[in-house]
């Protein structure tokens, strides 16, 4: 079935992902908590958003964002970079720190685009990846990042509103 298969491939990515994030803890080299650890990726999956928009992708309040916030800066993971227009915003940037606690799961992609490559023709990886993109852009619109800042907000649709 094919929601299965999209489950088990989801399911592989993260558990890759977990692995190498538990190796670092045993190693005692992991200084983020799973809230912080999903808060840095929504961050990063927004494109530098104000604490603002990130309180509204995560549904939580201001004050509870801006802790977050604080806590993930105060550990080097991401920055605050100051609106060029607007002198009293700050948007979040994830620093170097970010990038390589990022790279644990990044490299296992393209380990499995190498292996993909290798398979399967290039027809099919590009057929592959036209229907990946209607699915991410097309097929998903309640995660359509856009939706969480300021000027999106309006025609957010809320996770309990999924359409079929």
């Not at 961050?43 to 604080?70: C, D």
């Not at 970079?81 to 296992?108: A, C, G, M």
């Not at 099919?124 to 998903?140: G, H, N, Q, R, S």
């Amino acid at each position: 079935m094919f929601s299965e298969s999209i489950i088990e491939l989801y399911n592989k990515f993260r558990i890759y992902f977990y692995m190498q994030v538990f190796a670092k803890f045993e190693k005692r080299e992991a200084s983020l908590t799973t809230v912080e650890s999903y808060s840095i990726e929504c961050i990063k999956a927004l494109g530098e958003p104000t604490v603002q928009e990130f309180a509204i992708m995560m549904g939580i309040s201001a004050p509870n964002a801006a802790y977050k916030v604080n806590a993930l800066v105060q550990k080097g993971y991401i920055e605050k970079i100051q609106d060029e227009n607007d002198r009293r915003e700050f948007h979040l940037r994830p620093t170097k720190k970010f990038w390589d606690y990022y790279n644990v799961s990044y490299s296992y992609v393209k380990t499995v685009e190498a292996r993909c490559k290798k398979r399967f023709s290039k027809e099919d990886l590009a057929k592959f990846e036209e229907m990946v993109k209607i699915i991410t852009t097309e097929l998903m619109p309640e995660l359509d990042t856009r939706k969480f800042t300021k000027t999106g907000f309006e025609n957010h649709v809320s996770i309990g509103e999924v359409e079929e």
